[in-house]
């Protein structure tokens, strides 16, 4: 059974810092999705990683898959206040219908 | 343009009580699924339709009947509803063969008292 494993699960930062969100996925998979979710609101699209290597960039988000680690990546560069949401990754199990297994999510507050 | 939409927004309703949420897409998508958020905001998928067939059914309890009248609808109806029902949940929708993104309603909070 796809488990997925994001951390942290909470995220205090600082304005212009650095981080990264890991997700961790427990099969194979080559399909990978992150979402934003702001408090009371829908999930939106962020990244779709479909490759092993696969490595998106929009804005001060980089997304990257490294299918062989099983593991993704959500790196945020100089942090600013509009960055503050809930981020998921989802794993896509590949095996017969469509089907996203979500991480926890990542609460991320960030601080002026 | 709303891409994916669901009805109602909010739901407050008694144990017992039976209701429904509607879900519309008009991207064209051939495959549409519901979600629930439990109050840890945990997602899990409880059921996905393809051109208005059954295809994920996640060992969801049979109180539970999503309906699916044409490929753009899918609505799902909940019977004798329970304190545990009280979550978000959200309609989605995807292409299959084309990246397989999926998009997401605004979600519907279900209360019930």
């Known amino acids: 059974e796809l488990k997925v494993e994001q951390n942290p699960l909470f995220l205090s930062m600082q304005e212009g810092k650095n981080y990264t969100i890991y997700c961790n996925y427990s099969?194979?998979?080559?399909?990978l999705y992150w979402y934003r979710q702001d408090p009371g609101k829908s999930l939106e699209s962020l990244f779709v990683?479909?490759?092993?290597?696969a490595v998106k960039q929009e804005g001060r988000l980089m997304a990257s898959l490294d299918t062989k680690a099983r593991l993704s990546t959500l790196h945020i560069t100089a942090a600013v206040h509009d960055l503050s949401a809930t981020y998921f990754c989802a794993v896509d199990n590949v095996q017969g219908a469509q089907k996203l297994v979500f991480g926890q999510g990542t609460r991320l507050t960030i601080n002026p | 343009d709303t891409a994916v939409s669901q009805t109602p927004k909010y739901l407050v309703t008694q144990m017992g009580n039976d209701k429904s949420i509607k879900c519309e897409q008009n991207?064209?998508?051939?495959?549409m699924y519901w979600y629930k958020q439990d109050s840890k905001k945990f997602l899990k998928i409880m059921f996905s339709?393809?051109?208005?067939?059954?295809?994920i059914n996640e060992t969801v309890p049979n109180r539970f009947s999503p309906k699916s009248p044409d490929k753009a609808h899918l609505n799902l109806h909940i019977n004798s509803l329970e304190l545990g029902d009280s979550a978000v949940y959200f309609c989605?929708?995807?292409?299959?063969?084309?990246?397989?993104?999926?998009?997401f309603g605004p979600g519907t909070r279900l209360t019930v008292t």
């Open positions: 099969t194979t998979s080559d399909r």
């Open positions: 990683l479909l490759s092993n290597g």
């Open positions: 339709y393809n051109n208005k067939e059954l295809i």
């Open positions: 989605a929708s995807s292409q299959e063969g084309r990246d397989y993104e999926q998009y």
């Open positions: 991207l064209g998508h051939d495959t």
